[in-house]
């Protein structure tokens, strides 16, 4: 039966409070490991696809390259065009001069100067397109390179995610300890008496502070038994199990049946708090006293009490 209850409302929130964290572990376990079946699956794929991607960008870089030398090249031919143009808008004019060559001669010298000025031109403009092109393709190749070392470094974030995963695992289990722990300290919080008996004395009343150790009630079972201590000359026939008679002082005309439980391993005085002693050399015999559980076997009734400390007398028949 309940004896006695204390204040649970602590130890409940502390139960609630492991509860969280644990499902809260629990969440993050599972998280963790999908983390790391999604890293397996893509770990494989994904390098083969950053070093196709890698063969890629290393082709563009090449043709970036070979279109910077053809730019370079047409620079040159542009460049010794226009020097050839100017030159012969000089001799034509030197020539018009004396009349050799008319004027319309020395116009188309003119136009063709102007035309080779403006293939340099474009020539050069092409030029610094094919050397933007070729570090924009440089450049993709060194994110290609990275993106291939952080597929080749696979295996450690595999690695990695599974340690998570196993230190969450481990915070489950600390967590399902603390919800034990938690739940053990909430049940403490009711009192229920360990057997069947009537409470002979209460030390405790309800608002009242308890501590750890504080004695709150005293029962006594109702399952009773009577020690005597027989002379060890009364012993020699007596065995557990023989049929008892117990009379008591209180109850002079009752006769409560019962048999012998146990039969101490050893005298009364032997296993007292101050244990007699001999003085040294000195030899007295007297006869020791050992201590027999009688248990009453009959259900007792309410008019006939017996409870701690009453005086009682033990018949035991051994024969």
Avoid: C
Wanted: aromatic share 4%; no cysteine.
């Amino acid at each position: 039966d309940l004896l006695v209850e204390l204040d649970p409302r602590d130890f409940q929130e502390r139960l609630e409070q492991a509860r969280a964290n644990l499902r809260a572990a629990v969440q993050q376990h599972r998280a963790a490991l999908m983390n790391t079946r999604v890293v397996e699956r893509t770990a494989g794929a994904g390098v083969q696809q950053a070093e196709a991607a890698v063969l890629t960008a290393e082709r563009q870089v090449d043709a970036a390259r070979s279109r910077l030398e053809q730019a370079r090249a047409q620079v040159a031919a542009a460049e010794a065009e226009a020097t050839r143009a100017a030159a012969d808008v000089q001799r034509y004019e030197n020539l018009l001069r004396y009349g050799a060559v008319s004027r319309q001669e020395r116009d188309n010298a003119v136009a063709t100067t102007d035309k080779a000025a403006a293939d340099l031109d474009a020539a050069r403009r092409a030029q610094q397109a094919a050397a933007d092109t070729l570090r924009q393709r440089e450049a993709e190749l060194a994110q290609e390179h990275a993106r291939l070392a952080s597929a080749q470094a696979a295996p450690d974030q595999i690695a990695q995610t599974r340690a998570q995963a196993d230190q969450l695992a481990a915070q489950i289990a600390q967590g399902e300890a603390a919800v034990h722990q938690a739940e053990l300290q909430l049940s403490y919080t009711k009192l229920y008496a360990p057997d069947s008996g009537r409470i002979t004395r209460k030390s405790v009343e309800p608002g009242a502070y308890v501590q750890v150790g504080q004695t709150l009630f005293s029962i006594v079972p109702d399952r009773v038994w009577v020690v005597a201590n027989f002379k060890e000359t009364q012993l020699r026939h007596m065995r557990p199990g023989q049929p008892a008679k117990v009379t008591v002082d209180a109850y002079p005309d009752r006769v409560f049946e019962g048999h012998v439980d146990s039969i101490q391993s050893g005298s009364g005085a032997a296993f007292s708090l101050l244990p007699p002693e001999n003085a040294t050399g000195n030899y007295v015999k007297v006869v020791q006293r050992v201590p027999v559980k009688i248990v009453i076997d009959e259900v007792l009734d309410p008019q006939h009490v017996l409870g701690p400390g009453m005086s009682a007398v033990p018949e035991v028949r051994v024969r």
